[in-house]
């Protein structure tokens, strides 16, 4: 048994939803190629109250393989203390660094746009993300 490791991921260029969610829970699941050999079914599964992991179809997806799913507290975030590590460590560490972040602090004088054209495109910016 393992913990604390990534073993599906989706990234969307909307809000996320449950299309986004179960090919996440696919690659969670599966330990074949190409997504193994890290993976299988989970203990249980804890979600933050977000509408799309509480969506009838991730429940009924996760109840066929009787996996119970267990809906943690709004507002607490130290009850998920990993996710909320990880989502830090990649905005510290990576989307700073990418032009066109717009959430670091500036000088009113010093700001200058980033041009249209250095803004990576969405498929590149999928594979600096997951690289």
Known sequence: ???????????????????????????????????????????????DRGKDFLSNAV????????????????YKPYRKGTVEALNSAVEQMLLVSLPGYTRRARPAQAYRPTPA????SYPDF???LLD
């Open 1 to 47: 048994m393992s913990s604390k490791a990534i073993v599906g991921v989706a990234v969307t260029p909307h809000q996320p939803a449950r299309d986004a969610v179960l090919a996440a829970l696919r690659m969670g699941i599966s330990r074949t190629a190409p997504y193994g050999p890290f993976g299988g079914l989970p203990g249980r599964v804890r979600v």
């Open 59 to 74: 429940a009924n997806a996760l109840g066929g393989f009787a996996v119970p799913v267990h809906d943690l507290p709004a």
């Open 117 to 120: 054209e250095d803004v990576l």
């Open 126 to 128: 999928v594979k600096v």
